[in-house]
């Protein structure tokens, strides 16, 4: 099974080597780190984070078209009732070039980084960058680590993500996606 994840993330290439081994339990798979387009902002907006994550799906079909799966996954921000949250994306696109699409919950961008934001005039992905570097030297840091001061990492919103449109695929014969 050829796996293209559109991406040379080592965090989101990891989160799809661990969702399908959960899920398919097939051991020969082949999962190709490919640095697809997104075609949206450094940090996705609302609607750019879905759109992002299609794209990168997309980018890789179009490179890869006898792959078995084209993973395309975004985190982004969005306002939901007042507050910014940070959620992920992911679209699969299978042989057959049919679509699934999943997403995470999302985690609220917390105050001090929105008051930075608007203090510096940066956007998300600039001030994270400027903040991780003051606060934390540790490169592996993430968003939702940042935030939660470690007690929840961005790998939880991936594979949330993937699973989510994964489950629509290899779902038992009993489930709904299979009525």
């Known amino acids: 099974m050829i796996i ?3 991406t040379k993330s080592e965090r989101k290439v990891v989160s799809v080597k661990k969702v399908f081994a959960g899920i398919i339990m097939q051991e020969n798979m082949t999962i190709v780190p490919f640095s697809a387009k997104s075609g949206v902002s450094e940090t996705p907006w ?17 490179n890869f078209a006898d792959a078995d799966f084209c993973i395309g996954i975004e985190n982004g921000l969005v306002e939901r009732y007042g507050h910014i949250y940070e959620e ?3 679209c699969v ?26 203090e510096h005039k940066l ?3 600039l001030i994270f960058a400027k903040l991780n570097n003051h606060f ?6 993430d968003t ?14 991936l594979e949330e993500s993937l699973r989510n449109a994964l489950v629509q695929i290899f779902s038992p014969k009993d489930s709904y996606y299979n009525k």
Not at 53 to 62: E, F, Q, S, T, W
Not at 94 to 107: T, V
Not at 136 to 141: I, L, P, R
């Open 46 to 62: 609302d609607k750019e984070t879905f759109i992002g994550a299609k794209n990168r799906a997309l980018d890789c079909k179009n």
């Open 93 to 118: 696109i299978a042989k057959d070039n049919k679509e699934y699409f999943g997403y995470s919950s999302a985690l609220r961008v917390p105050d001090y980084v929105l008051r930075k934001m608007e």
């Open 123 to 125: 956007p998300h992905y």
């Open 136 to 141: 934390n030297k540790d490169v592996n840091s």
């Open 144 to 157: 939702w680590s940042q935030y939660s001061g470690k007690l929840l990492l961005r790998e939880i919103s």
């Open 4 to 6: 293209i994840v559109g």
């Open 88 to 90: 992920a994306w992911s």
